[in-house]
């Protein structure tokens, strides 16, 4: 990883992120700084605290000293909070999604469309979510006695969040952690902080309590390992790659913390000869290639029945070679990678299919040559389509996460059932037919949290969302997030 750590003051022209503890921004413990890249250019733009221990113990101190107050908020008042939170948060979408886009290397259009209104979303979706729920009651008949749940907040929530949907996924934890009344210290990634670093400021000027929501910057080895270990931590949300979640399982078994674990997926598309062609294309595309294929749902495996083989792989072809590639700020289907070591990685795995026997075809050939000056050092990687893979080749096994999707023929239904389950993942899948009876079987077969019908992506916050496998442990969104972040109590009044 191109970040690594330096001694001393931050530069005076980079954009500045600081810690954010007790409802103030701090300096951190230690003096050392990261380089946040701006992918479309190679060239750092901002400096993050690689923040320590006792950053991290500072945080939770805060956090738990906060928590009294907070939890003791009725659900009104936490929802009024946090709703100015949302108003906030939509009334700076363009200066946050610029920040995004710069940050990450998303398109700026996908930015303001997408992530800022969905984090806006995530904060009113669960301030009003805590209004209309219900405990459980009921008569103990032998005694007459009154018996009734009731749902507490936790304690101090770690929530670790990836750089692929920063400000997107950091607020799809930290609200219906707020909501349910407990405190938050996030970690967000070293790579991508700085909406993070803007979304402490708006929770200040919303007037959300000190030491509510504290912000902790740095790599996940220190800051996130410390938040993970502390003992007033209770629970912990993370999302991110399958190896660390493991180090994070090992950790916090020996205390019993409560985990919600969203990691990575090698999600398949099967496409049925009586399929949409046209829509199952241009979905698929989309769907392989959004946000430079950097999110946990996109499609890397497609499976398609061979009397179509042929035809849906000159459709998709065609229109992959019809997408643009280049700076984020112009009207571009993708921008850059999110940093030079993830360049790397995806450029490996491609080569190691194509050394395997495996072909590729790469869009957009003259990508480098077209790039404008500014983004001469970015780093950008075509749409690529791998065909001619076997099944057991990593390209068609190990999440790549990034703009490259391996398209194959089947034959039966049987058999593809039996290939798109052979992986160590389970996150998500699509199945395209017009047979309902074809589409109800393979809904019930995929070894997947998420299955969708000539579709992807269509998400309501009320369902469950999250995989089996490697994919995850626990489910997020509406009442399964509640009870993440809740306990829910039993009790029982005599009062004969």
């Given at each position: 990883?191109?970040?690594?750590?330096?001694?001393?003051?931050?530069?005076?022209?980079?954009?500045?992120?600081?810690?954010?503890?007790?409802?103030?921004?701090?300096?951190?413990?230690?003096?050392?700084?990261?380089?946040?890249?701006?992918?479309?250019?190679?060239?750092?733009?901002?400096?993050?605290?690689?923040?320590?221990?006792?950053?991290?113990?500072?945080?939770?101190?805060?956090?738990?000293?906060?928590?009294?107050?907070?939890?003791?908020?009725?659900?009104?008042?936490?929802?009024?909070?946090?709703?100015?939170?949302?108003?906030?948060?939509?009334?700076?979408?363009?200066?946050?999604?610029?920040?995004?886009?710069?940050?990450?290397?998303?398109?700026?259009?996908?930015?303001?469309?997408?992530?800022?209104?969905?984090?806006?979303?995530?904060?009113?979706?669960?301030?009003?979510?805590?209004?209309?729920?219900?405990?459980?009651?009921?008569?103990?008949?032998?005694?007459?006695?009154?018996?009734?749940?009731?749902?507490?907040?936790?304690?101090?929530?770690?929530?670790?969040?990836?750089?692929?949907l920063p400000l997107y996924l950091l607020t799809f934890k930290v609200a219906p952690a707020l909501a349910a009344g407990n405190t938050v210290v996030a970690k967000p990634s070293e790579l991508t902080s700085v909406t993070a670093f803007k979304l402490c400021q708006l929770v200040k000027?919303?007037?959300?309590?000190?030491?509510?929501?504290?912000?902790?910057?740095?790599?996940?080895?220190?800051?996130?390992?410390?938040?993970?270990?502390?003992?007033?931590?209770?629970?912990?949300?993370?999302?991110?790659?399958?190896?660390?979640?493991?180090?994070?399982?090992?950790?916090?078994?020996?205390?019993?913390?409560?985990?919600?674990?969203?990691?990575?997926?090698?999600?398949?598309?099967?496409?049925?000869?009586?399929?949409?062609?046209?829509?199952?294309?241009?979905?698929?595309?989309?769907?392989?290639?959004?946000?430079?294929?950097?999110?946990?749902?996109?499609?890397?495996?497609?499976?398609?029945?061979?009397d179509i083989y042929q035809e849906f792989l000159d459709r998709f072809v065609e229109a992959a070679k019809k997408l643009t590639v280049g700076d984020p700020n112009e009207d571009n289907f993708m921008g850059a990678v999110v940093s030079k070591a993830h360049l790397t990685k995806i450029?490996?795995?491609?080569?190691?299919?194509?050394?395997?026997?495996?072909?590729?075809?790469?869009?957009?050939?003259?990508?480098?040559?077209?790039?404008?000056?500014?983004?001469?050092?970015?780093?950008?990687?075509?749409?690529?389509?791998?065909?001619?893979?076997?099944?057991?080749?990593?390209?068609?096994?190990?999440?790549?996460?990034?703009?490259?999707?391996?398209?194959?023929?089947?034959?039966?239904?049987?058999?593809?059932?039996?290939?798109?389950?052979?992986?160590?993942?389970?996150?998500?899948?699509?199945?395209?037919?017009?047979?309902?009876?074809?589409?109800?079987?393979?809904?019930?077969?995929?070894?997947?949290?998420?299955?969708?019908?000539?579709?992807?992506?269509?998400?309501?916050?009320?369902?469950?969302?999250?995989?089996?496998?490697?994919?995850?442990?626990?489910?997020?969104?509406?009442?399964?997030?509640?009870?993440?972040?809740?306990?829910?109590?039993?009790?029982?009044?005599?009062?004969?």
């Amino acid at each position: 990883m191109e970040n690594s750590g330096q001694s001393g003051s931050a530069p005076g022209e980079l954009l500045v992120v600081k810690n954010f503890i007790d409802g103030e921004f701090v300096d951190h413990c230690g003096g050392e700084w990261l380089d946040s890249f701006d992918p479309s250019t190679g060239q750092p733009w901002a400096q993050i605290p690689n923040s320590t221990e006792q950053d991290v113990e500072k945080a939770v101190e805060a956090a738990s000293k906060a928590f009294v107050e907070w939890s003791a908020k009725t659900a009104l008042q936490r929802s009024a909070l946090l709703m100015r939170v949302a108003d906030l948060l939509e009334s700076r979408l363009e200066e946050l999604a610029r920040l995004e886009s710069r940050d990450q290397g998303k398109p700026l259009w996908l930015a303001k469309s997408v992530d800022i209104p969905r984090a806006v979303h995530n904060f009113r979706f669960f301030a009003t979510f805590i209004l209309h729920d219900l405990n459980r009651s009921r008569i103990h008949e032998p005694t007459g006695a009154v018996q009734y749940t009731v749902k507490e907040p936790v304690g101090v929530a770690g929530l670790i969040s990836p750089w692929n949907l920063p400000l997107y996924l950091l607020t799809f934890k930290v609200a219906p952690a707020l909501a349910a009344g407990n405190t938050v210290v996030a970690k967000p990634s070293e790579l991508t902080s700085v909406t993070a670093f803007k979304l402490c400021q708006l929770v200040k000027e919303a007037g959300v309590p000190p030491g509510v929501l504290n912000m902790v910057f740095g790599t996940g080895g220190r800051a996130g390992a410390c938040l993970v270990q502390h003992p007033k931590v209770p629970l912990v949300s993370f999302t991110g790659g399958t190896v660390t979640a493991e180090n994070i399982r090992r950790t916090a078994s020996s205390t019993c913390k409560k985990l919600s674990l969203e990691l990575g997926g090698k999600n398949a598309a099967v496409v049925f000869s009586d399929a949409d062609v046209g829509k199952c294309v241009s979905t698929c595309i989309r769907s392989s290639f959004l946000n430079q294929g950097e999110i946990c749902l996109c499609t890397s495996r497609i499976f398609v029945q061979r009397d179509i083989y042929q035809e849906f792989l000159d459709r998709f072809v065609e229109a992959a070679k019809k997408l643009t590639v280049g700076d984020p700020n112009e009207d571009n289907f993708m921008g850059a990678v999110v940093s030079k070591a993830h360049l790397t990685k995806i450029q490996t795995a491609v080569e190691g299919a194509r050394q395997h026997g495996a072909a590729v075809h790469q869009m957009a050939e003259d990508l480098y040559q077209r790039l404008p000056q500014r983004c001469a050092g970015g780093y950008f990687y075509p749409p690529t389509v791998i065909t001619d893979v076997e099944d057991k080749c990593a390209a068609m096994q190990e999440e790549i996460f990034g703009p490259v999707t391996c398209v194959v023929p089947f034959d039966t239904e049987r058999e593809v059932v039996e290939r798109v389950n052979d992986v160590k993942y389970g996150l998500c899948a699509s199945v395209w037919t017009k047979d309902l009876s074809t589409a109800h079987r393979m809904s019930h077969r995929l070894k997947v949290g998420t299955v969708w019908v000539n579709c992807w992506l269509v998400r309501d916050l009320n369902l469950p969302f999250g995989g089996v496998k490697e994919s995850g442990v626990g489910r997020e969104g509406g009442d399964y997030s509640m009870d993440f972040f809740t306990e829910q109590k039993t009790i029982c009044i005599d009062n004969s």
